[in-house]
C-alpha cells in the first residue's frame, strides 16, 4: 500500500507565494516521476509541474517562470513553490506519482488534494 500526504495550500494574496509539499510513503520500490496536478470544478485535471528520478521537469504554460518543483529522493518527497500566484491559480492541487512497489506493480497514486486560493 502506497499513500501520498500532501501539505501546504490556503489562501493568499494575488501576486504572493505558497509551498506545496507530498511525502509518498508505504510498500514502495522506487518512484519513477512525481508531480502536481490541479483541478478546477466542472474542468478536468491538468498537470501542473513533474519531475522525473533523472531531475527532468516539466511545467504546464501557465506557470512556467511561476512555479519550481523540486524533490527530496532520499524522503520521496515532492515540492513546488509557486510564486507570482494568480486567481487562476485557484483549485485543488493534487499530488501524484507513477510508483514501483515492493511487490513489483507500476501504478499511478494520488494524494487526497489540498486547496490553493488566491485571491484578495
Known amino acids: 500500500q502506497v499513500q501520498l500526504v500532501e501539505s501546504g495550500g490556503g489562501l493568499v494574496q494575488p501576486g504572493g507565494s505558497l509551498s506545496l509539499s507530498c511525502a509518498a510513503s508505504?510498500?514502495?520500490?522506487?518512484?519513477?516521476?512525481m508531480g502536481w496536478y490541479r483541478q478546477v470544478p466542472g474542468k478536468e485535471r491538468e498537470l501542473v509541474a513533474s519531475?522525473?528520478?533523472?531531475?527532468?521537469?516539466n511545467y504546464a504554460d501557465s506557470v512556467k517562470g511561476r512555479f519550481t518543483i523540486a524533490r527530496d529522493y532520499a524522503k520521496n518527497t515532492v515540492y513546488v513553490q509557486m510564486n507570482s500566484l494568480k486567481p487562476e491559480d485557484t483549485a485543488a492541487y493534487y499530488c501524484?506519482?507513477?510508483?514501483?512497489?515492493?511487490?513489483?506493480?507500476?501504478?499511478?497514486?494520488w494524494g487526497q488534494g489540498t486547496q490553493v486560493t488566491v485571491s484578495s
Open positions: 519531475i522525473t528520478n533523472g531531475g527532468t521537469t
Open positions: 508505504g510498500n514502495i520500490l522506487s518512484i519513477n516521476v
Open positions: 501524484w506519482g507513477i510508483i514501483r512497489t515492493l511487490k513489483g506493480g507500476v501504478s499511478d497514486y
